[in-house]
Nanobody, 123 residues
Framework: QVQLVESGGAVVQSGDSLRLSCAAS????????IGWFRQAPGKEREGVSC??????YYGDAVKGRFTISTDNAKNTVYLEMKNLKPDDSAVYYC??????????????????WGKGTLVTVSS
């Protein structure tokens, strides 16, 4: 059974850094497309970053500030976030799917989702 459990959400100040973790079970992170998505109140879900076949993809709003990485030994995917802005405030979700492609940033093929972790950035 595929499970994704996010952690690391917090209340931080503008300009701070934060690292989110997503512990995966039921599959290995290097065999699936896996990524991060976020949704703020009243807004549509947005692709933040995903990794598929060793390539990383980023949403325009986070390019240059966020970095996705995986630890195969821990079967965990991370999202390192730097220079956080109030607009980054949202619930961040980890997602994964067996279909691997660059379309992962649009959640295409992402069949499995975690419950999310809340990030709040104060100005």
């Amino acid at each position: 059974q595929v499970q994704l459990v996010e952690s690391g959400g917090a209340v931080v100040q503008s300009g701070d850094s934060l690292r989110l973790s997503c512990a995966a079970s039921g599959f290995t992170v290097d065999e699936y497309a896996i990524g991060w998505f976020r949704q703020a109140p009243g807004k549509e879900r947005e692709g933040v970053s995903c990794m598929s076949d060793g390539s990383a993809y980023y949403g325009d709003a986070v390019k240059g500030r966020f970095t996705i990485s995986t630890d195969n030994a821990k079967n965990t995917v991370y999202l390192e976030m730097k220079n956080l802005k109030p607009d980054d405030s949202a619930v961040y979700y980890c997602a994964a799917g067996a279909y691997r492609s660059s379309w992962c940033i649009r959640a295409y093929g992402m069949d499995h989702w975690g419950k999310g972790t809340l990030v709040t950035v104060s100005s």
